[in-house]
């Protein structure tokens, strides 16, 4: 089978693998699209791919073949790649108590979906939806990124919230609070076509935060006390600081991207209003069932976020991995294998 291969820093190549053989109690899946995701930038872009493995950890497809103890699936079976609970309870986070992204590097999953197939246990991979299409499911992923961070936030229904960052993260979490009843959801975003997207999918307002004052702006939209919560999915240099200035008395800001580099922070502009500070990682199997029901009832779409220019093949994956390192209007880019 064809494959995109990490060769060593900022260099993946496309070539002609042996496929994979599902062992006793694994499926082999048939990849539809998998999404490229800010993390495998980071591996691609930190040289924290180990050379020789193929990332991807976010897609969806058929199984083409089961292994002889595996009772539940057949072949033809429409599937996301993940989100299944581990019988032998393994915890979540098993990169161990002092774990950092930076030092350590995110997990390399050993089923990468840059590649025309991927083996996994027989339990890992999810059913979908009859009624979810392709092109939703491919972002089940980064949905339960979104769900995960909503859910470990304060957020509570009725709750006006901020949103930085129009990414895919930004963009999922957008509709993940939207769908749990959020009064508004205001969105800080500079790229057009990223800002035009959050619009689409239903946000309330939509700021540039290079050319307006978007800390004021949320203030007075806000009764002047600032906003309960808001979500850093850009980790762009002046966000946090904004994020923190922008939240209300005892207000609480969720963090779930990371800055690979410091970011300048002026503690006196808030530490005043005893605001919180949380940090978001991940996802559970538990988060992956409720973005598979919002998709279900059509509360998360792909919509703007998918369009013809996010498909590419393999032979682009190397220019839009260098591209997504400084990302402009792109929004999520997904392979066809
Ligand atoms: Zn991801």
Redesign the pocket.
Known sequence: MKAAVMRGEQNIVVEEVPTPEPGPDQVLIKIKYS?L????VHRFQYGMAEPGSIMG??FCGEIAAVGANVKEWKEGDRVVGGGGANPDGIPRLSSGARYSARTVGFKTPGWGGFAEYAVMDHWRPLPLPDSVSWETAVLT??CA?AVHAVRRSAFKIGDQVVVMGAGPIGLLTQQVLQAGGASAVYVSEPAPARASAARDLGATEVFDPINTDVVSNIVELSDGLGVPLAFDCAAAKPTLQQGLEMVRRGGQVTVISMAWEDVPLLTVEWIGREVEMKASYGSTPEDWQIVLNLMEQGKVVAGPMIDDLSFIGFEEMQATLTRLMTPQDDIQSVLVP
């Open positions: 999404g995701c800010g993390s495998d950890h976010e992923e980064p990124i």
